[in-house]
């Protein structure tokens, strides 16, 4: 899955985008409608919670960090003549223990700030604009890109990132 950024002027106009969206069968959860703080989505999909933070990303860098700083513990404590035995199950054990706590850690910061992806937007937001977000198989970029343009040359494409969690 990609997820593409749109920046829709209007109400009315996301409203037309994520109608022409359900058409083309992007499903409802994908769609993601974000504006500023305060302004009433009535029935357009409102981004959530993974969309608003860094939770995701937080606990990817979370999991790899701890995991290589636990592999790196297990082995020191291997190695240093400290009178324990320590095996290979034993570092495996201490590497998934320090994935397990990095992640955690890691992704409560994450949750409590918002994505860094959606702060280059924020200036856009903040006049009035809504950011639109559409996640979508990667054969499908181009085709949803094409169907927004096509009908809404005032939508501004603003890309797309390389890969989405479901």
């Given at each position: 899955?990609?997820?593409?950024?749109?920046?829709?002027?209007?109400?009315?106009?996301?409203?037309?985008?994520?109608?022409?969206?359900?058409?083309?069968?992007?499903?409802?959860?994908?769609?993601?409608?974000?504006?500023?703080?305060?302004?009433?989505?009535?029935?357009?999909?409102?981004?959530g919670?993974?969309?608003?933070t860094?939770?995701?990303?937080?606990?990817?860098?979370?999991?790899a960090l701890?995991?290589?700083?636990?592999?790196?513990?297990?082995?020191?404590?291997?190695?240093?003549?400290?009178?324990?035995?320590?095996?290979?199950?034993?570092?495996?054990?201490?590497s998934?223990?320090?994935?397990?706590?990095?992640?955690?850690?890691?992704?409560?910061?994450?949750?409590?700030i918002?994505?860094?992806?959606?702060?280059?937007?924020?200036?856009?937001?903040d006049?009035?604009?809504?950011?639109?977000?559409?996640?979508?198989?990667?054969?499908?970029?181009?085709?949803?890109?094409?169907?927004?343009?096509?009908h809404h040359?005032?939508?501004?494409?603003?890309?797309?990132?390389?890969?989405?969690f479901?």
């Amino acid at each position: 899955m990609r997820r593409i950024y749109f920046l829709v002027p209007t109400i009315e106009t996301t409203r037309k985008i994520v109608e022409e969206l359900l058409l083309a069968k992007v499903e409802e959860r994908h769609i993601h409608v974000l504006g500023k703080r305060g302004t009433p989505l009535y029935d357009l999909p409102e981004a959530g919670f993974l969309q608003k933070t860094d939770f995701l990303p937080a606990l990817e860098q979370g999991i790899a960090l701890g995991a290589v700083t636990g592999l790196i513990g297990g082995l020191i404590a291997l190695v240093l003549p400290t009178g324990l035995i320590l095996g290979g199950g034993a570092v495996l054990a201490i590497s998934l223990a320090g994935a397990g706590v990095g992640g955690l850690m890691s992704s409560m910061v994450g949750s409590s700030i918002g994505s860094r992806r959606i702060e280059q937007f924020q200036q856009a937001m903040d006049r009035g604009e809504l950011l639109v977000m559409i996640d979508v198989d990667r054969d499908r970029v181009e085709d949803v890109e094409a169907i927004i343009k096509t009908h809404h040359p005032d939508a501004e494409c603003e890309g797309a990132d390389p890969h989405t969690f479901p």
